[in-house]
């Protein structure tokens, strides 16, 4: 199979205006998460999708691969179907965050390994949660999997919900598992899911990925051990800083 590895990049984010060219260390955002992806070993291909002129110039100024498109798009699914609209060269896609500058290449390894079982058509990742913090950020998606691996539901509220015990002791009673924010679609499903209208459960939790259960299609997940540390706001920036350069 051959995987296309695609970075959805836009300038206009509303709390952090301008983020993939933002300075990290004498690079752009855009350019460390560019060669992170490069080293994963399963990918054939690594495009920068975006929608503003001055992220192509950076990219093509560090020798990438970058693609213009819409602005009208409303998720980095959309944006990656473009690139593909007239291209049956790959058979998987692989649609990576844009902010997150220090992606680990294994965990998109461990993603397209989702399919060497051919009936996989979406995969995702998946991580244990370990601390009440993360058990209880409304702003962190949990996930809830069956035995075969795959996403039964997606939600910003603690799921399962434990009954008859007490907070503090959840995280000892029951495995739970955030959602890593990084999919994998075969190329026609990809397609297909950009043609779905978005759905009630979608515009409840403000998550893509519940329109395509609704829908019926299958997610299978992986179960990663790395972080992944995403830079939606300067404060988080000033976190990575901190984190991997003792700034």
């Known amino acids: 199979m051959k995987f296309l590895g695609i970075i959805p990049a836009r300038f206009a984010s509303s709390r952090f205006?301008?983020?993939?060219?933002?300075?990290?260390?004498?690079q752009?955002?855009?350019?460390?998460?560019y060669e992170q992806v490069k080293q994963s070993k399963k990918l054939s291909k690594v495009?920068?999708?975006?929608?503003?002129?001055?992220?192509?110039d950076e990219v093509l100024s560090f020798?990438?691969?970058?693609?213009?498109?819409?602005?009208t798009h409303q998720?980095?699914?959309?944006?990656?179907?473009?690139?593909?609209?007239?291209?049956?060269?790959?058979?998987v896609i692989i649609n990576i965050q844009g902010d997150e500058p220090f992606i680990n290449p294994e965990q998109i390894d461990l993603l397209a390994a989702c399919f060497e079982n051919p009936q996989t058509k979406i995969a995702t990742l998946v991580k244990k949660i370990d601390s009440m913090d993360e058990l209880f950020n409304l702003n962190i998606p949990k996930v809830v999997r069956n035995i075969h691996g795959e996403a039964i539901y997606f939600s910003r509220q603690t799921i399962p919900f434990l009954r008859g015990i007490e907070q503090k002791q959840?995280?000892?009673?029951?495995?739970?598992?955030?959602?890593?924010?990084?999919?994998?679609?075969?190329?026609?499903?990809?397609?297909?899911?950009?043609r779905l209208p978005v759905s009630g459960l979608e515009e409840a939790e403000a998550l893509e990925q519940l329109r395509w259960i609704e829908n019926g299609y299958t997610?299978?997940?992986?179960?990663?051990?790395?972080?992944?540390?995403?830079?939606?706001t300067k404060e988080d920036l000033n976190k990575i800083l901190k984190l991997f350069f003792n700034k």
């Open 17 to 26: 205006p301008g983020k993939p060219l933002v300075d990290i260390e004498g």
């Open 28 to 33: 752009t955002m855009i350019q460390r998460v």
């Open 47 to 56: 495009i920068v999708a975006t929608d503003d002129q001055r992220i192509v």
């Open 63 to 71: 020798g990438g691969n970058v693609i213009m498109t819409s602005e």
């Open 75 to 91: 998720s980095g699914t959309d944006r990656c179907a473009e690139v593909i609209t007239d291209d049956n060269e790959y058979d």
């Open 170 to 194: 959840w995280l000892k009673e029951q495995t739970f598992y955030k959602h890593i924010g990084i999919y994998a679609y075969q190329a026609d499903t990809l397609r297909a899911l950009t």
């Open 219 to 232: 997610i299978q997940t992986a179960v990663t051990t790395h972080e992944t540390i995403a830079v939606d």
